[in-house]
């Protein structure tokens, strides 16, 4: 798939697509029904209010890397621009993170962190909504020893289900806080084995159900959102693609424009 | 009761061999998956050396650990052979434990790694889960092994233990990167555990009503059991941090003794101030004051290392005098070549 990609990266193979699929499904408003145009209709309204990042904003909002050579559990990896078919000067991105916003009543001002990549160190597809952050008094008052938001994790795949980790006092007299995870796992409660993504979707094809088909209005609404960013890219060609090395969770410019929020990237 | 399941795996299969036992683990009905922390266990493993990756390690008590605080286990078997490019192989098991009414299990990942030593933080990535603290455990010789940083790093905390220090100086060297690391992780010292009694008392001893103590004027004599040179070495550490010595002047010695069964014993003395010792055995630190004020003692802790290694586990809190006193020992060694 080189050839493709090599067109594509990351922002047109995933973002545009899956993962502003995952992002409208989260932000979604509660439809009036499962049918599926008025589900569609609200999946659009998303994209819709997606805040538009250009010209400045994408250096600050969007960071693409590409990976070098590293180790994929243990085993060596090469570098992208060393893989079968690669231009051995590609500037295609195998990576990329951005802070969006979606200007509507619910979400203003509330940052959605969005990143993909190849050569991660996990193949895993999560959406993780984290809490409110505490006032920095009571259980969180200690500068050396803050405590992480409580998080809602939902694990797309692999190993459907959801988890919630939330921070809970050791049993005894000190006041001590511990993280726990309470989990919640599709596979190992009702014993089924869920469907592969494409077996749903021809099933659906099948059965004549667009609900997960992205309509045409959706697919305009989320190239003209894209496509901002991608023009910024064409015309920084002078800018260096930050590498990441393979086998590791992305460059540190993508944990920079996390950090500059006070927040960190949570590893799956 | 503990029971182990196991299955021999590949780097490329531990996910689906890992499922393949919980199916196992609950044919005889529901057992709950324990889930606290990720523990990272090192092990130096040469590559000539013949190990059953599936069977438990015995030199350090992993499976107590796992079951006395639930964590998934990744034991890295590693030894340097940077041309064999690909981890040797991998095994998988679930621990079970409880009452049958209530069983829970824990999971273990083994891997056997002779890549280079770069090549160990991308397993850990890979098989550590998220959400939950990241703890490192060094059971090697810290003097003779030396913790790789960019692992120790990836954890929250590092656990490991001093007594097996063949050289103190050396081991202080080795742990003053992680210390100063940028993403340093929390250190967990179990000869540190043991000192506590001995802190605690000498921190009762010296408090007023004796007086404020002139650290200029304070002058120490620590000796202790052989074997236990690094116990007496952290005690310096932590006097120098707290009472601010110069990293040129010590006053204290430290010998090494044999007798009675005293593990540490220190004199403290000082011009115009009440003579203290404190003498730390297997039960207690009794302190005794020169002149007739009253003697106390404080009991020791009386744990298994596996104990004291989940006990570290849950705690996760930052020992800013710990590290302190690492810092002031690096200090030292690094400008006057002692100990």
Redesign the interface.
Known sequence: RAGYYEQAGALRDMVQNHILQLLSLVAMEPPRSLDAEVVRDEKLEVVRSLRPIDGEAVDNQVVRAQYTAGFNLGSPAPAYRDEKGVDKASRTETYVALQVFIDNWRWAGVPFFLRTGKRLPKRASEISIHLKDIPPILFNSDPAGRLDPNVLSIRIQPDEGFALTINSKIPGPRVRIYPVKMDFRYGSTFGNISPEAYERLLLDVMAGDPTLFMRRDAVEAAWRWVMPILDRWAERQDATVPPYAAGEWGPPEANAMIESTGRRWRNV | MTDRLSRASS??GI?DDL?VL?RDA?RDGPVA?A??ANLVVYRDCPATEQIDLAAPVTQVPVDEVACRHPSRVIVLHHGGQPDL???MGASVCILLSGPPTARFGVEQIA?R?A?AE??????V????L????TSVWWTEDVSRSTPLEALVTLGRQLVYDSRHWNDVRRGVLALAPVIGHRHAPDLADLNWRRLTPMRQALTQALAPPLGPIDARAVRLRVRHRPGDGALAWLLIGWFTSRLDWSDADLPATVEEHAEEDAVLSVSIGAPEATHITATMNGHHVRVEYEGGLAPFAIATLHETDADAVAAEL?????D?ALRDALAALARRVISSGSP
């Open positions: 780097p490329a996910d499922a919980w609950s998956r889930l606290m490019c690909a981890p891997v790694s890549c770069a090549s160990l933080p991308s397993i990535r890979r098989l550590a998220g959400d939950i603290p849950r705690n996760l809190t930052y800013t």
